[in-house]
């Protein structure tokens, strides 16, 4: 009988190989996607206003930053969603959006793409497809002075 183990290794390395050389060409493509800005594609296409960019932009950043500070702070899916229907109230009905917009985070800047890893991680693609239209509260579109949780 042959020793076959040489052989499984060897193509083990020459796969892992092969994986790191995929792994480099996602990475560069990533980061070709994100000079094109695929979230101002993303809101152009909606019919976003300037302000309305803006005051989006201000929301992703925060929640970025919610989402990687302590636990007790993180944001919800359903913070996430009322805000962004908050910005966007012409919207309120297109489930699509939301997801759309966390898919796209993924093409983003390098900080936005540690925000997808995080919606992913708490499954909210999946909360946006099976609810897109989640009942929330309306005193959270209006919140003054810093943001707040309704789930905290």
Do not use: C
């Amino acid at each position: 009988m042959s020793d076959k183990s040489g052989d499984a290794s060897i193509t083990l390395a020459d796969l892992d190989a092969r994986l790191r050389e995929v792994e480099a060409l996602q990475e560069l493509i990533l980061h070709i996607l994100s000079t094109t800005k695929p979230l101002d594609g993303l809101l152009e296409h909606y019919g976003a206003t300037e302000s309305q960019e803006q005051a989006f932009y201000r929301l992703l950043d925060e929640v970025a930053t919610r989402a990687s500070g302590p636990e007790q702070d993180r944001p919800t899916f359903k913070y996430f969603a009322a805000q962004i229907r908050g910005i966007f109230p012409a919207l309120r009905g297109d489930g699509e959006f939301i997801g759309l917009v966390i898919a796209t985070l993924k093409l983003e800047r390098p900080a936005y793409r540690g925000l997808h890893a995080y919606t992913v991680a708490q499954g909210w693609p999946t909360q946006a497809l099976a609810d897109p239209n989640v009942e929330l509260d309306h005193d959270i579109l209006h919140v003054h002075g810093p943001a707040r949780d309704p789930d905290q």
